[in-house]
């Protein structure tokens, strides 16, 4: 696939502020965002409900099909906290956001989560369990870990983002 502008995945564990950095972005560039967790409720595109985890299963076939030729056009901001399902040829750039584990809390209890869930997401970014699955499922040197914990950090990482969109609009990628 040759595509002129890239797409990018922005991911981490719920609550380090993939969805507000990605609107930010996007908005500077002109890209179009994609968050999977709203494609997936707005297209119903579910493959059961986690009664434990309190939230719907997507259906990853379905997501990637639903993608499929936005990437092919590219300019694509995608967030969503998992990556690797995602085929390798989808992104030229993949950002993991990361988050202090007692700020992270804060957040979380703030958007009402339980105490279990709270728990899952802390020792998930404790044990880097995202980053590490990034790193898994894509070459090293598109995977770019970004702290993600203050304003001034949140700004900081939207200029480096915009400006590696930036350095690469136009030129032409092989995927």
């Given at each position: 696939?040759?595509?002129?502008?890239p797409?990018?995945?922005?991911t981490?564990?719920?609550?380090?502020?993939?969805?507000?950095?990605?609107?930010?972005?996007a908005?500077?560039l002109?890209?179009?965002?994609?968050?999977?967790?709203?494609?997936?409720?707005?297209?119903?595109?579910?493959?059961g409900?986690?009664?434990?985890?309190?939230?719907h299963?997507?259906?990853e076939?379905?997501?990637?099909?639903e993608?499929?030729?936005?990437?092919?056009?590219g300019?694509?901001?995608?967030d969503?906290?998992?990556?690797n399902?995602?085929?390798?040829r989808?992104f030229?750039?993949?950002?993991?956001?990361r988050?202090?584990?007692?700020?992270?809390?804060?957040?979380?209890?703030?958007?009402?989560?339980?105490d279990?869930?709270?728990?899952?997401?802390?020792?998930c970014?404790?044990?880097n369990v995202?980053?590490?699955?990034?790193?898994?499922?894509?070459?090293?040197?598109?995977?770019?870990?970004?702290?993600?914990?203050?304003t001034?950090?949140?700004?900081?990482?939207?200029?480096t983002?915009?400006?590696?969109?930036?350095?690469?609009?136009?030129d032409?990628?092989?995927?």
């Open positions: 696939m040759v595509i002129t502008r797409n990018i995945l922005i981490g564990t719920p609550g380090v502020g993939k969805s507000t950095l990605g609107e930010e972005v908005d500077l002109g890209m179009e965002l994609v968050n999977i967790n709203e494609m997936a409720k707005e297209q119903n595109l579910y493959d409900y986690d009664d434990e985890r309190q939230c299963i997507i259906d076939d379905r997501i990637i099909d993608l499929e030729e936005g990437i092919e056009e300019g694509l901001v995608v969503y906290h998992g990556s399902f995602f085929p390798i989808f030229q750039a993949v950002f993991v956001l988050c202090d584990n007692t700020v992270l809390y804060d957040r979380l209890a703030a958007r009402g989560y339980n279990k869930k709270i728990q899952e997401n802390v020792e970014e404790i044990m995202l980053r590490d699955e990034a790193a898994e499922s894509y070459d090293s040197k598109i995977v770019f870990e970004l702290q993600n914990d203050t001034e950090q949140m700004e900081k990482n939207v200029k983002i915009t400006d590696w969109v930036r350095d690469r609009q136009g032409t990628m092989e995927s």
